[in-house]
C-alpha cells in the first residue's frame, strides 16, 4: 500500500478532498463558494500550509467546464460565476478535458482520507437517483397533452386544421 505524505500530495487532490468535505459537511448544499473551498484547504492543513496553487485550480485547473489551461482535470464543475462543486459523470465538459482525471487515486489520498472516495461515489448515486430535468426543452415533454386527453391525437389535429384551404 502506498502512503501519501504531505509532499507528494497533488494540489488538484488536495482541492478534490477540501471539496468533498464540504458537500459531505453540508448536503443541503449543492455548491460552494471559491472562497468556502479555499479556507476549507485550508483549515484541513494537509499540507503543513495553503500553497498558492490551491485557489488557481479551484479556479480554472480543476474546473472541467472552463477551457484546459494547462491541465485537462475535471474534478470540479463551476455551477455558476464563482461557484463550484463536484464534478460528476454525465456533467457538460469542455472537450478539451476529455479524459481528465476526476478523483483522486485511493493512494494519492492522505491517511484517513480513504472513505472520501466511497461516499463520492454514494453521492454520485443520490445524485443521479434525484435528478430532475433541467433541460427546458426536455422539461416540456408531454406539455398539452390536456389538450387532446378527450380526442384522439389524429382527430385533434383534424380539428385544428379545419377551414384551412
Known amino acids: 500500500m502506498v502512503i501519501t505524505t504531505k509532499s507528494q500530495l497533488k494540489v488538484a487532490d488536495e482541492v478534490w478532498i477540501a471539496t468533498a468535505l464540504l458537500h459531505r459537511d453540508h448536503p443541503d448544499r449543492a455548491d460552494f463558494s471559491i472562497e468556502e473551498i479555499v479556507e476549507r ?6 499540507h503543513g500550509f495553503l500553497r498558492p496553487g490551491v485557489y488557481v485550480h479551484v479556479v480554472q485547473h480543476c474546473v472541467a467546464n472552463r477551457s484546459r489551461n494547462p491541465a485537462r482535470y475535471r474534478m470540479l464543475f463551476e455551477t455558476t460565476d464563482g461557484r463550484r462543486r463536484l464534478f460528476r459523470r454525465g456533467d457538460a465538459y469542455h472537450p478539451e478535458r476529455e479524459g481528465g482525471k476526476i478523483t483522486p487515486r485511493t493512494g ?4 484517513g482520507y480513504s472513505g472520501l472516495l466511497q461516499w463520492y461515489q454514494e453521492w454520485c448515486q443520490a445524485a443521479v437517483k434525484s435528478k ?3 433541460d427546458e426543452l426536455l422539461s416540456l415533454a408531454g406539455s398539452g397533452k390536456e389538450l387532446w386527453a378527450d380526442e384522439h391525437a389524429d382527430d385533434y389535429v383534424r380539428r385544428l386544421r379545419e377551414g384551412w384551404e
Do not use: V
Not at 494519492?108 to 491517511?111: A, I, R
Open 108 to 111: 494519492d489520498l492522505p491517511d
Open 41 to 46: 484547504a485550508r483549515s484541513q492543513n494537509l
Open 132 to 134: 430532475s430535468i433541467t
